[in-house]
Structures are given as structure tokens and as C-alpha cells.
């Protein structure tokens, strides 16, 4: 009988301290938002954001690569077999963070298609507002960001 | 006995655990074999060249067998797959229940970490890795499983040595499942409220939010919702209002009433406007749900003589 109270309460010990570890780990990294590096432990801080009247969305994006001859060409992501998400982190969001180091297989495979004549890569939203009454649609496309590159 | 141990260590159902088990295991399979198609995501990043690759801390701590830098080859992943669906299943008709739980939640934490090891990341995942781990850890294979078919025949002979039917230990994953919904929506009111304070809720900002995913994933009851200023005004307030209040679910379990219905209407409305699909918030309300009562309720009443629905619910063990 003694054998199996200490077990029990060994059990429940352990149990206690492994609540307090991962509901104290979620209460703090919830909080502080370590990003992803906490996975599992996680924030939550989806459509944190506030937006207001005329905010730009930016459901979609354009990527441009910018040649030395002041023309631009479309970086699809049909033309890298890339899915939306995989574009966007890999291509238009270190376009927006100054990554030059994340785009270098993107600059390379440019680089070479167009005889290294390859400056800069831009962002460009698709020229969609939000209103009162909803999307409003049609306004001339903005650059969202842009990035000097080198294909030496 | 202290009131720390009253709580997470009252008497509870094994069903109530079982049920949550069967729903958790079930949901997680149907999402790496069916919704997400995690073996071809798995093909897909394992072609990604290195510049790429981030591995996530706990990925780094499973891969130190082989060394702090180690990145799997889709090999090594597509063999982590099959296992992980083994063990799922033997997780689901409990099975060495403990067992196939610990190598499930530990396939499927190393999978997705994986996954989430290149610059993306989502969400939906992470409470379900944190549940099945919880699980594994739990006597919840004691009810609606194999071994407990097995231990009942063993046990046939000798009424003496029938299973008991509640334990001090089926308890605390439920309840720990609960506090950590809290927190996950503790955390989402104050990224809302600490990034924009209460102008967040202003009508546009979920209204943008529908706006973009309408017109990036072809929505058209997003679309709709997106000119309704005032009634997402409103939708904007009532989600600070669930998520800041969620803990009363908790506390007061007669609000569950309110709170789960409204959180389930909640996920779901996001799947079908905003096409996050949170299907593992949703499997995973099961924690909120006292599966033995209602059980008894549904008995009592299919016992009862026509029209007299009126039966008394057994309280649960």
C-alpha cells in the first residue's frame, strides 16, 4: 500500500510539474511572441493588425526584376513551380526585408537568364483599396518594396 | 489534500479521456493524410535549397543524435511519414495505446517542424502537438481500445479484478487542454489589443482581412462580408469579448453553453471566410465536452417510455 502511495504521488509530482512547465511556457511566450523559433509554444497574434479606410490589401503581388536597360520582367512564381506561400516568404517577403542572402537561387537563375543584366527586384500590389462598402478595385498598382541586387 | 491536487487530480471518467483520444488521433490522421497531404509538402521542402533552411529549435533538440546541423533527407522524412501513420492508427483502436501515442506525437512534431523549418509557418498545428503529447503521457487508452477490450477479458473471471472506471489521472490533460485554449486566446486578444489597442476593433480591419483573403483564395461569402461595415463592426467586438473572456468557460462550466457553441460557429465561420482552416481547435474543443454525462443522458432518455423524456442523467465518475 505504501509502494503504491508513493508511486502515486511520484506520478502526480511529475504530473505537476509538467502543467506548470508548458502552461507557464504558453502564458510567457504567448505574451512576449517569440515568433516561430518557440514551436509549439506559440503566440497568437493572427489579423493583429488594424487597418483603416484606403489601406492598400495585399492579397497578391507582382515581383519585377529591374535590368540595367531601365526594363522589367515578371518574376512568376508559375515560372519557379513555387505555391503561393513558398513565393511569398521566399521571394516577396525578403524582397520587403532586405534579405539579398534569401534571394540569391531567384537572382542567380535571372542573373543568368538575362546576361547579368539584372539591378533590382521590386514588389508591386495589385491597386486594391479597402472601403466602407468593400474592396475598392482598379487603382494604378504602388511599389510596395524594392531591393538592389549584383549578379556578380 | 491540497486544493492544487483537488483540482487536477479529481476523479475522472477514462471516457472522457477516450473520447478525446479517439477525436484528437482521428483529426490529426485526416489531416497529414488527407486535408494537408503532408508527404508531398514534406517532398516539396526537402527540394528547397539550404539558404532556406531554418530549422526550428525542437527540431534541432530531436535531430541531436545526429548532430546540431543535421537536415533530413526526404528519405529519412518519407520513412518518419509511414511510421508516424502506423502508429496513428494504432493510437486510434488503442493499441499499446502510450506506445503508438508517444511515437505519433513525436513523428508528428518532427514533421511538421520540419515543414515549418523554411521561413513560413502557420498556426492550426501546434495545440494539437502539445494535446497529443499530453495524451500520451495519460491513461487514455483505458476506455474505447483494444488493450481495454483486452484488459476486461483478462479480468472476466474475477470481478474483483475488473477495471475501474475513473482515475485520478484522467483528468489533468483534459484540464490542462482547457487552460492552454485560454491562453492561446489570452494571447490573440492581447496581440490585437497590444499592437492596435481598441482600434482594432473599427469595422474596416476585419473587413480588410476578408477582403484580402476573398479576393487571394476566390471567397465569395468573404467577399459579401467585406461590405458589411457594421455587421463586422460588431463581429470585431464580440471576438475581443469570446477571447477575452474564455477563461470563464473554464471556471464556470455551466458557460460552456455559451462558450463552445460560439467558439466552434467562431472557427468555423474563419474556415469558410478566411479559409484558415483551425480543424484541430475545433476536434480539440472535445476537451470541453463531459463526454460520460452526456452519454448517460443520451441513455436515459433512449431508455425512457415515449413521452416521458424526463430521466435523470447519472453524474459522471
Redo the contacts between chains.
Keep these: 500500500m505504501g509502494m503504491t502511495w508513493s508511486w ?1 504521488a511520484l ?2 509530482a511529475l ?2 510539474a ?2 506548470v512547465v ?2 507557464a511556457t ?2 510567457v ?3 512576449v ?1 517569440t515568433g ?18 484606403g ?1 492598400r ?4 503581388v507582382s515581383v519585377y526584376a529591374l535590368l540595367s536597360d531601365g526594363t522589367r520582367t515578371e518574376i512568376k512564381r508559375s515560372d519557379l513551380d513555387m ?4 513565393f ?3 521571394v516577396a ?1 525578403p524582397i520587403a526585408l532586405h534579405r539579398a ?2 534571394l ?2 531567384v537572382v542567380q537563375l535571372y542573373c543568368q537568364e538575362f546576361s547579368n543584366q539584372v539591378t533590382k527586384l521590386q514588389v508591386e500590389d ?1 491597386g ?1 483599396a ?1 472601403g ?4 475598392v478595385e482598379g487603382l494604378p498598382p504602388q511599389v510596395m518594396s524594392e531591393i538592389e541586387v549584383s549578379c556578380s | 489534500m491540497s486544493a492544487w491536487q483537488r483540482y487536477w487530480f479529481a476523479p475522472t471518467s477514462y471516457l472522457d479521456l477516450a473520447m478525446v483520444r479517439l477525436i484528437a488521433v482521428a483529426t490529426q490522421l485526416f489531416w497529414i493524410i488527407v486535408f494537408a497531404g503532408q508527404l508531398d509538402v514534406l517532398e516539396a521542402r526537402a527540394a528547397l535549397p539550404d539558404a532556406n533552411w531554418q530549422p526550428l529549435i525542437i527540431l534541432k533538440m530531436l535531430n541531436l543524435p545526429w548532430g546540431w546541423g543535421f537536415r533530413p533527407s526526404f528519405a529519412l522524412l518519407e520513412i518518419m511519414y509511414y511510421i508516424c501513420i502506423v502508429a496513428g492508427v494504432l493510437a486510434l483502436i488503442g493499441l499499446l495505446t502510450n506506445a503508438a501515442l508517444v511515437v505519433f506525437a513525436v513523428t508528428c512534431v518532427y514533421l511538421q517542424a520540419f515543414s515549418y523549418s523554411f521561413t513560413d509557418f502557420h498556426h492550426p498545428e501546434a495545440v494539437m502537438m502539445i494535446a497529443l503529447s499530453v495524451l500520451a503521457l495519460s491513461p487514455s487508452g483505458r476506455a474505447l481500445s483494444v488493450d481495454a477490450w483486452f484488459r476486461r477479458r483478462r479480468a472476466a473471471n474475477d470481478e474483483a479484478r475488473l477495471p475501474a472506471q475513473a482515475s485520478e489521472f484522467a483528468g489533468w490533460p483534459i484540464k490542462l487542454m482547457q487552460w492552454f485554449f485560454v491562453l492561446m486566446y489570452a494571447s490573440a486578444v492581447w496581440s490585437k489589443l497590444n499592437e492596435s489597442g481598441f482600434d482594432w476593433a473599427n469595422g474596416f480591419t476585419l473587413q480588410y482581412y476578408l477582403a484580402r483573403d476573398a479576393l487571394r483564395w476566390d471567397s465569395p461569402l468573404a467577399y459579401w462580408l467585406s461590405q458589411q461595415h457594421v455587421l463586422i463592426l460588431l463581429g470585431q467586438y464580440g471576438v475581443l469579448l469570446f477571447q477575452g473572456t474564455f477563461a470563464l468557460a473554464v471556471i464556470f462550466p455551466k458557460l460552456r453553453w455559451i462558450y463552445v457553441p460560439a467558439g466552434l460557429c467562431l472557427h468555423i465561420f474563419i474556415y469558410l471566410t478566411l479559409t484558415a482552416p483551425f480543424f484541430q481547435w475545433i476536434a480539440l474543443y472535445a476537451v470541453f465536452i463531459p463526454w460520460t454525462e452526456a452519454l448517460q443522458l443520451v441513455r436515459a432518455r433512449l431508455r425512457a417510455p415515449s413521452g416521458d423524456l424526463s430521466a435523470p442523467a447519472g453524474k459522471a465518475g
Excluded at chain 1, 466602407?132 to 474592396?135: E, V
Design positions: 502515486d506520478g502526480k504530473i505537476s509538467i502543467i508548458i502552461l504558453q502564458a511566450v504567448g505574451l511572441d516561430k523559433w518557440g514551436w509549439p509554444m506559440l503566440a497568437y497574434p493572427m489579423y493583429k493588425k488594424a487597418y483603416f479606410e489601406d490589401l495585399n492579397h497578391d505555391s503561393f506561400w513558398i511569398w516568404y521566399n517577403t542572402d534569401l540569391e537561387p495589385k486594391v479597402i466602407r462598402d468593400g474592396p
